[in-house]
């Protein structure tokens, strides 16, 4: 029906872009299309991956904080704490101590990041294909079923990772495949295994989801108040009196070129890492709750007396635990850390994100 021909001018604008020709009409990737969604997959991927790099230290102390293991309960709660653990750690461990499980965290974190931003495009221009759809809920949904996709998919591999990061003994080294295979084993819900109609090993294949719904609950608040923030903080520092300290100075030619091509004109550095890092702490802190009870729900069966005791812990009676442990401020055990981790690491990723979009012109 003319969507041939409207595919093979957009080919011809790129092929007269990269030649030099001045177009006829502004030139943008459409962003359904694969090239955009491959674009901003290996952009989400980089940026992900370099921002959990940057924080992975204090990634490895938070969470030893927030699962209560007996060797750092002890740190837990204080600035001074956190500095005595990573003592602790490089004591025992050395630089190696503070990337313990590091490996899997990016073998999972560049698709779950890949996803995340794809996801969060797509979803973006379909509930706001236009500036007058352009209202806080769309926004917050767009983040909010982007974080759904991307948690789904990869999931397993952050159980892993905390599984990995967890264990602070000193032991021979320890296979990956050792640990999917002792979580494959470990005794399954019994929810799912009273079930006739659920095969065994179906159940048995969901211990790699243990901890998943308060996850899910989680990402809703989190993916969709990151998001959201993030989009807002950028208008906010693009209006007429904030422009000139905060977007970046480009030439006519530079400017003529994003134009065509839909961009907006880059933030500088300064505005677009306090953007994120805004973004991060606001989103941390909406999903901080079921993040400690997804925590405690990975690690049940190491921490759990025995075998009967784990097969009856629910995300209300992990609740119940933590409160009764703590109180209210046991569901927010590690914030401050968590926040020392999160401005830099949501900070990093937009950055880096944005900086991609622009170099693959996207």
Not at 186 to 192: F, K, N, Q, V
Not at 267 to 278: D, H, I, N, P, R
Request: aromatic letters at 12%; one cysteine or more.
């Amino acid at each position: 029906m003319g969507g041939g021909s409207g595919v093979s001018m957009v080919k011809q604008e790129e092929k007269n872009h990269k030649k030099g020709i001045p177009s006829a009409q502004p030139y943008a990737i459409d962003k359904s299309s694969l090239q955009y969604i491959m674009r901003s997959a290996i952009a989400g991927g980089i940026s992900g991956s370099c921002a959990k790099t940057l924080i992975a230290p204090l990634d490895r102390i938070k969470l030893l904080f927030q699962t209560s293991n007996p060797h750092y309960t002890k740190y837990a709660g204080s600035l001074v704490g956190l500095v005595e653990a990573a003592k602790h750690i490089w004591i025992n461990d050395g630089l190696r101590g503070f990337y313990q499980g590091h490996s899997v965290t990016l073998i999972r974190i560049f698709p779950y990041a890949a996803i995340k931003f794809v996801a969060y495009e797509q979803v973006r221009n379909l509930l706001i294909p236009s500036a007058k759809y352009e209202v806080p809920w769309r926004r917050l949904m767009s983040g909010s079923l982007a974080g759904l996709c991307s948690v789904f998919v990869t999931y397993p591999l952050d159980l892993l990772r905390v599984r990995l990061a967890y264990v602070t003994e000193h032991k021979a080294r320890v296979r990956l495949i050792d640990f999917i295979k002792a979580i494959y084993n470990e005794p399954a819900s019994t929810t799912l295994t009273s079930n006739r109609f659920i095969p065994a090993w179906f159940a048995h294949w969901c211990n790699f989801y243990r901890g998943y719904c308060p996850t899910v609950l989680g990402m809703i608040p989190y993916a969709g108040v990151s998001f959201f923030a993030h989009d807002s903080l950028h208008d906010f520092l693009r209006i007429p009196m904030l422009a000139p300290y905060t977007v970046l100075k480009l030439s006519d030619e530079e400017k003529q070129r994003r134009f065509q091509k839909n961009q907006r004109t880059p933030l500088t550095t300064w505005a677009e890492l306090v953007a994120g890092g805004l973004a991060g702490m606001a989103s941390q802190t909406a999903a901080y709750p079921f993040e400690i009870i997804r925590r405690r729900l990975q690690v049940s069966v190491l921490t759990a007396a025995n075998e009967q005791e784990h097969k009856f812990q629910s995300i209300t009676g992990i609740a119940k635990i933590i409160y009764k442990e703590r109180g209210w401020r046991g569901f927010f055990v590690g914030l401050s850390i968590g926040y020392i981790k999160v401005t830099p690491m949501v900070a990093c990723s937009f950055f880096v994100y944005e900086r991609m979009k622009w170099h693959l012109s996207i």
